[in-house]
């Protein structure tokens, strides 16, 4: 087992605030959706100036696209603004993130990949490792099916979220 980041460890201030990204395929359906939600919640909590959060794709096949249609109107009716442009994750990312949390299984072995040290490694987590009801460990890729497809991952990705969010709120050293 891969030695994995652990939270209770992490101290969040003003001057290092704790940078996440959220990772998919596409980077226009689940990962924008998290960025959504998890700004969304942190807005909520006052907490904005403690958190820098962004998404990537593993694939470049929508580079510079907003999120998708039905993601946006599916976060909409819930009060949540999806406001990505698509890019690609790159090696780099793997220094610049405390978290990267992948939408699924596939995506955590492609990220993975890219890795070359432990510490890059550790921060690499899947996002329904975060789900108190975590299924298979994917937040199933929504593109191609109906809509139903697309409210499952929102309601997948606000629980794992909230959860997260529950999580790191109290390493957050006021200021
Ligand atoms: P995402 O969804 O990974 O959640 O952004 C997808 C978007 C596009 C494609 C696949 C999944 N695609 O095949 O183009």
């Excluded at 990204?21 to 924008?32: A, D, H, Y």
């Excluded at 990537?56 to 929508?62: I, M, P, Q």
Aim: one cysteine or more.
């Amino acid at each position: 087992m891969e030695k994995e980041f652990d939270v209770t460890q992490t101290t969040i201030t003003r001057d290092n605030p704790f940078r996440l990204c959220f990772v998919c395929l596409g980077n226009i359906c689940r990962s924008p959706t998290g960025e959504g939600v998890f700004r969304h919640l942190v807005n909520e909590r006052g907490l904005q100036p403690y958190f820098f959060i962004d998404s990537a794709g593993t694939s470049a096949w929508h580079v510079g696209e907003p999120a998708n249609h039905n993601s946006r109107n599916v976060a909409e009716k819930h009060g949540v603004e999806l406001l990505s442009r698509a890019r690609k994750f790159g090696p780099a990312d793997l220094d610049e993130f405390d978290l990267i949390l992948a939408m699924d299984r596939q995506n955590y072995r492609d990220i993975l990949n890219m890795a070359s040290t432990d510490q890059q490694r550790a921060r690499v987590r899947t996002m329904r490792s975060f789900d108190p009801d975590p299924e298979d460990g994917n937040v199933p890729d929504p593109y191609q099916g109906g809509l139903n497809g697309f409210e499952n991952v929102y309601q997948i990705v606000y629980r794992s979220c909230s959860q997260l969010l529950d999580l790191l709120e109290p390493r957050i050293e006021r200021s």
